[in-house]
């Protein structure tokens, strides 16, 4: 009998779980976007949600955050867990799921790597190596 191996190990999760996930998505971009939530550090910031991602049994969202220019990021998180649960209610409302997840928010460092990604490309050893290569072929 063959077995079929799961392919949530190698994509970040199932079908399911990333199409829930992205549902979440919208719709915490959406109550932020709309000002839904009453709390001055948050009015006062934009706020991309460029990812979600589930848990396997879909209790729990860990909602990647970054406000526009990386400003006060510590605050935002700290805001966003403060409303954890508005937030959460609302995203029951909005998506129609048997049970609302919990959430948790996180920062989204990818800016950051490919920053720093970007920065090592830029520095004289890598530029000549980069240049010997061409110069090689």
């Known amino acids: 009998m063959a077995t079929r191996k799961n392919s949530s190990s190698h994509s970040g999760g199932s079908q399911r779980q990333l199409r829930v996930g ?22 006062g910031h934009i706020i991309t949600v460029p990812e979600v991602k589930m848990s396997p049994d879909l209790k729990l969202a860990t909602v990647y955050v970054m406000p526009l220019g990386g400003r006060d990021t510590g605050e935002v998180l700290e805001a966003l867990d ?32 490919a920053e720093r990604i970007e920065k090592l490309l830029r520095t004289p050893a890598v530029q000549r190596d980069l240049k010997h290569d061409s110069d090689d072929e």
């Open 22 to 43: 992205e549902l979440i998505r919208h719709a915490v971009s959406d109550i932020l976007s709309q000002g839904g939530v009453h709390d001055d550090t948050l009015a």
């Open 82 to 113: 403060r409303n954890r649960k508005f937030l959460r209610g609302e995203v029951a409302h909005r998506v129609n799921l048997k049970f609302a997840p919990d959430l948790r928010f996180r920062a989204d460092e990818r800016f950051d790597e």
